[in-house]
């Protein structure tokens, strides 16, 4: 059993960057591959990053490639996602996951509460 809560999202304007933390309980953290997944207003939760178990090895969607980078420490069970360049799209409630990597939420058995992100133009 893993319990995710994630933390970081606020308003920021267009250019801007934050960093978003997801915060893992359970002695079995290390063994799951990590992602992050978004919900725009109006959207369906899509895929947004993935990192496998040992780190070394990642993922994103084609929209985020080049701004955000998702990245772990195991030793504290802590997942963290990058965003740099924000765009208005990129606005969204943002849920971290824990499961099998893939770009599915099928894939992903675990998932926090989610934190908003808001980027004005």
């Known amino acids: 059993q893993v319990q995710l809560v994630e933390s970081g999202g606020g308003l920021v304007q267009a250019g801007g960057s934050l960093r978003l933390s997801c915060a893992a309980s359970?002695?079995?953290?290390?063994?799951?591959?990590m992602g992050w997944f978004r919900r725009a207003p109006g959207k369906e939760r899509e895929f947004v990053a993935a990192i496998s178990w040992t780190g070394g090895s990642t993922d994103y969607t084609h929209s985020v490639k080049g701004r955000f980078t998702i990245s772990r420490d195991n030793a504290k069970n802590m997942v963290y996602l990058q965003m740099n360049s924000l765009k208005p799209e990129d606005t969204a409630v943002y849920y971290c996951a824990a499961g099998f990597m893939g770009t599915t939420e099928m894939e992903y058995d675990y998932w926090g509460q989610g934190t908003q992100v808001t980027v004005s133009s």
């Open positions: 359970g002695r079995t953290f290390s063994s799951y591959a």
